[in-house]
């Protein structure tokens, strides 16, 4: 079965500090990769996708990710974090034969300190 | 932002009782979809919709029934709400496109408690 993992609940850093999220997908056929983020008490937000082409997709508010399909990962990153990143981040992967569905990981809570 | 509402936004309920959730677009999309949010297990999609009185189960269907009767309305129906039930739940809305990759847009959720 197609699944997400996104391999940290949590993480704390402090503000500028660089940030990596991470995930991992399974699948054996074409997927569309998608990053999106949801701050509190708000609903979900498209920060990137990754559709094809250039495997480096830059997105909203100076987040990038990249896509790596011989490890079927697609990690999301940013170079110097603010305190109004602090919020929850899902990635999720459409596949090539399930329509429009979406896939999601667990999540990762993101909290940037002072 | 997508026009996605859903109402009502929050609402408090008992067991037993029957609950519906209603999502409604302005986009015209052809697809939209049901998910619950729980912690620890990110969204996970209940029911969804290829068009007008056409339906999907999704992971987690048992306890829920949808319709959609027009393009822009897509109702979830708890015929008997249970305590397992108390969770957000988000509508979503795409329109299949090469360009988008089934990009999905998102309403601002409901948060359900059933006591």
């Known amino acids: 079965a197609q699944s997400v993992t996104q391999l940290d609940s949590q993480v704390p850093v402090f503000e500028e500090a660089p940030v990596e999220l991470r995930c991992n997908y399974s699948?054996?056929?074409?997927?569309?990769l998608f990053w999106y983020v949801q701050y509190p008490n708000q609903g979900l937000q498209l920060l990137l996708k990754?559709?094809?082409?250039?495997?480096l997709v830059k997105g909203i508010n100076g987040f990038e990710a990249e896509f790596n399909k011989s490890q079927t990962s697609f990690h999301l990153r940013k170079p110097s974090v603010h305190i109004s990143d602090t919020a929850e981040y899902f990635c999720a992967v459409t596949l090539g034969n399930q329509g429009g569905k979406l896939i999601f990981g667990q999540g990762t809570e993101l909290s940037v300190k002072p | 932002d997508a026009g996605i509402t859903q109402s009502p936004r929050h609402k408090v309920t008992e067991t037993g009782t029957p609950v519906t959730l209603r999502c409604h677009q302005t986009?015209?999309?052809?697809?939209m979809y049901w998910y619950r949010q729980d912690p620890g297990h990110g969204l996970r999609l209940i029911h969804y919709s290829y068009g007008v009185k056409d339906t999907d189960k999704g992971e987690v269907s048992d306890g829920y029934s949808v319709s959609r009767s027009k393009t822009e309305d897509f109702l979830l129906t708890l015929e008997s709400a249970t305590s397992s039930q108390t969770s957000v739940y988000f509508c979503?809305?795409?329109?299949?496109?090469?360009?988008?990759?089934?990009?999905?847009?998102f309403g601002p959720g409901t948060r359900l408690t059933v006591l």
């Open positions: 979503a809305i795409s329109e299949p496109k090469r360009e988008l990759g089934n990009e999905q847009f």
């Open positions: 990754y559709l094809s082409g250039s495997t």
């Open positions: 986009e015209n999309h052809r697809y």
């Open positions: 699948s054996s056929v074409s997927v569309y």
